[in-house]
Nanobody, 124 residues
């Protein structure tokens, strides 16, 4: 069973940057897609970005294109989310999730495993 652990959240001023990490541990699974989602207070969980663990195209929500970058390090079993030019509206709990198989999805209900989340707070 694969487990996902996020880290890297924190408090940052508007315009700053953070890099989130999603480390996968346990039984290795190579055929899955890793996605980042976020949930702000009172709002639904929304898709941010995704990347196939085996490589290939990356996917972004329109709201973060050009601002966030998703990447992976197979040797470290880790997926990253580099977040630049952060805005107060980026404040949320950020979750990574794994969807078994090779199919990309923006729907959080289509993901099979979730991390515990990491808080990102952007002050104005």
């Amino acid at each position: 069973q694969v487990q996902l652990v996020e880290s890297g959240g924190g408090l940052v001023q508007a315009g700053g940057s953070l890099r989130l990490s999603c480390a996968a541990s346990g039984r290795p699974v190579r055929s899955y897609v890793v996605g980042w989602f976020r949930q702000a207070p009172g709002k639904e969980r929304e898709f941010v970005a995704a990347i196939p663990w085996s490589g290939g195209n990356t996917y972004y929500a329109d709201s973060v294109k050009g601002q966030f970058t998703i990447s992976r390090d197979n040797a470290k079993n880790t997926v990253y989310l580099q977040m630049n030019s952060l805005k107060p509206e980026d404040t949320a709990v950020y979750y990574c999730a794994a969807r078994f198989g090779f199919t990309f999805s923006v729907n959080p209900t289509n993901y099979d495993l979730w991390g515990q989340g990491t808080q990102v707070t952007v002050s104005s």
